[in-house]
């Protein structure tokens, strides 16, 4: 019965309505008598469901704001104020009703992700093509997507190319072209082509799923903001329930009292902070930003430096191999190969471009690395084919006494100097090669980092495990005035600990399995997603699902804009109580009047709040037209 009563609120609320006019009618055709009854009639209609949560919140030994205007109802029909009493009634169970549906609005963006979850698949079976619903979908299962359909996982294309729409995962509307071996990920639409997919993540593994699971856990958790405010509504109700017996003892007016108690609602006050911090983190995923709740939201916003990693955040992360120069006898083939071989247990951007550029010479890997291990922030090193195989940086060779000549040191030194990373590879005890490696800077990076520091961030440094030269050479380009170089995992950590010592709010971003201990260490930890590793994205307290620099200061800004709505909101709630009750003990509020000014507060809250769900960050987007590069700027704000 409780449950039915909850469920049709909405029809309360209006037959309550429907009662309160008829009544108002019934009073000027003289009926009086039919007048208070259809009036009472009103009160229980929508005093009811006020009352049951009430009480099932003494239950559960909390105070809520449901008490305070039951007792006032209660009081009301007592004094024989059924007018009062019934529209008491009726404005707060139909304000409560536009909060729910304005909270539901505010998480439109989370029900549109969950809209494009895709229902069933079409896998080869025995050949043949079989639909089977998503959930029966394994992995390894090959599987086929035609124009207009949804990606049922997250794998990698083995056949066909198609133009996907990947707005479910990046927040980016324009069709992106995907080839063989390029990525998918469940919940993007096959805008044209056609592809064959093999299943590597299905259900609750893919990228999309942990999205949506990640946003929900986000929009439900609380700022400190908001948690105070919960521990102040638990005190502030007792406290009115007993300023309101005062007033009565003073002034011996029940209405007065009665009065007293409904204005003193919180009711703005209480939903003024979550539909802000809901609002926020719904134009977030809009967007493409994933941020993991409230509390991430307020901490960025006070953050004042931030730290970059290089490869695969500010650089596009798919570094090429640009030279091999051999030191030894070997073919350049041969040693590739083995190297290659070594470099395939490494999830370093670095060993794959060795990789990449071995497949690219049609060169096959046969032998599996023995014994092999990674030297986080150096390199790697394994036994291949009967030979001890070390590929890395200086650091690693250093540790190992192996003796790179000045040959090699001058070669290194000059590839270096052109923006390469030198990694050196050395057989047996002996370097027998320097193999040269290039990333190139994302487009979007200058004018991320450009609006960033307009936005208000104090310092921005950038952190690489690379050498000097290539470290000082993105740093110039991009306009960053402090780096550090040759940098271990434990390093970065060790630097963004300074910061934080120092009194900086530190917010650092990275892709890599060796950037994850600074991300955790940081007080906001930023990855990109589609680059990101595991360990990075897991870590993180913000994830740029699209992978574009340009989300970062967007990001930045509406945590900004988030937290201002949010104390914008309490400054307001604060002040309107405090006139609403000077206006009661005035004599120039009543009960009627107040409520519905109540109300109207509590509703221009919850408006000002939704507001955060169009919010665009003034931003220069770089497109390149006939060879030139075109800026074009939005402004900032909330449209």
């Not at 390029?182 to 593994?205: L, P, R």
């Not at 955790?520 to 897991?538: N, R």
């Amino acid at each position: 019965m409780i449950e039915l009563i909850h469920k049709n609120k909405r029809f309360l609320a209006f037959f309550s309505g429907v009662f309160i006019l008829t009544g108002l009618l019934l009073g000027l055709w003289g009926k009086e008598e039919l007048k208070s009854f259809s009036l009472i009639l009103s009160t229980l209609a929508a005093g009811i469901p006020i009352g049951i949560k009430a009480m099932q919140a003494l239950r559960m030994k909390a105070f809520s704001i449901e008490l305070l205007v039951t007792i006032a109802v209660i009081g009301a029909l007592f004094i024989g104020e059924y007018t009062e009493s019934s529209i008491v009634a009726f404005l707060f169970l139909f304000g409560a009703y536009l909060e729910v549906r304005t909270l539901e609005k505010t998480r439109a963006n989370l029900k549109e992700l969950m809209n494009m979850a895709p229902e069933t698949a079409t896998v080869i079976q025995n050949g043949k093509e079989v639909e089977i619903p998503v959930e029966a979908v394994a992995e390894g299962d090959y599987i086929i997507i035609r124009s207009g359909g949804k990606v049922p996982v997250d794998g990698r294309i083995i056949k066909g190319q198609a133009a996907l729409s990947e707005a479910a995962i990046t927040g980016e509307s324009i069709p992106v072209m995907k080839r063989h071996q390029d990525k998918v990920f469940s919940g993007t639409i096959v805008d044209s082509g056609y592809v064959e997919v093999i299943a590597e993540k299905v259900g609750e593994n893919t990228a999309f799923a942990k999205i949506i699971e990640l946003v929900e856990e986000a929009q439900a958790s609380k700022t400190k903001t908001e948690k105070f405010l919960d521990r102040f509504a638990q005190l502030y109700t007792p406290s009115i329930v007993l300023l309101s017996l005062l007033v009565y003892v003073l002034t011996k007016d029940i209405h007065l009292a009665i009065t007293f108690l409904v204005i003193a609602c919180p009711g703005a006050l209480v939903i003024g902070a979550p539909v802000s911090n809901v609002a926020g983190i719904g134009n977030g995923a809009k967007h493409g930003i994933l941020v993991k709740g409230g509390e991430v939201m307020e901490k960025f916003s006070k953050a004042d430096v931030l730290i970059f990693d290089k490869t695969g955040t500010l650089t596009k992360g798919k570094p090429t191999v640009t030279d091999i120069q051999i030191f030894s006898d070997q073919n350049v083939n041969d040693l590739l190969k083995i190297v290659a071989e070594a470099e395939s247990i490494s999830e370093h951007h670095l060993g794959k471009a060795i990789i990449n550029e071995a497949h690219a010479r049609g060169i096959k890997q046969t032998e599996k690395p023995i014994n092999p291990k990674v030297a986080k922030g150096k390199g790697i090193y394994a036994v291949v084919a009967g030979s001890f195989v070390m590929a890395g940086n200086r650091q690693l060779m250093k540790e190992a006494a192996i003796t790179i000549s000045e040959e090699a040191a001058y070669y290194a030194a000059a590839r270096e100097q052109a923006g390469n990373t030198a990694i050196f590879a050395a057989i047996d005890g002996k370097i027998a090669a320097i193999i040269s490696i290039a990333d190139q800077i994302r487009e979007d990076a200058p004018a991320a980092i450009s609006a960033l520091k307009r936005n208000g961030i104090k310092r921005i440094l950038l952190l690489t495990g690379d050498n000097k030269a290539t470290a000082k050479l993105v740093a110039d380009q991009l306009g960053i005035g402090e780096y550090h170089f040759e940098l271990l995992p434990e390093n970065k950590v060790e630097v963004v600990k300074k910061l934080q010592n120092e009194g900086h709010i530190v917010a650092m971003i990275g892709d890599g399995i060796n950037d994850a201990p600074a991300i955790a260490a940081a007080d906001v930890g930023l990855a990109m997603g589609e680059s990101g590793t595991d360990a990075a994205i897991e870590t993180a307290d913000i994830v740029l699902l699209a992978d574009k620099l340009i989300q970062l200061p967007h990001a930045y800004a509406l945590s900004k804009a988030t937290i201002r709505n949010m104390k914008e909101n309490t400054f307001f709630a604060v002040g309107m109580a405090f006139l609403l009750l000077l206006g009661v003990l005035l004599e120039s509020v009543h009960l009627a009047s107040g409520m519905f000014i109540h109300e109207a507060s509590v509703l221009i809250v919850i408006l000002h709040g939704m507001r955060l769900t169009t919010f665009q960050q003034k931003r220069e987007q770089i497109s390149r037209k006939k060879g030139q590069v075109v800026k074009h700027r939005w402004e900032d704000g909330i449209l």
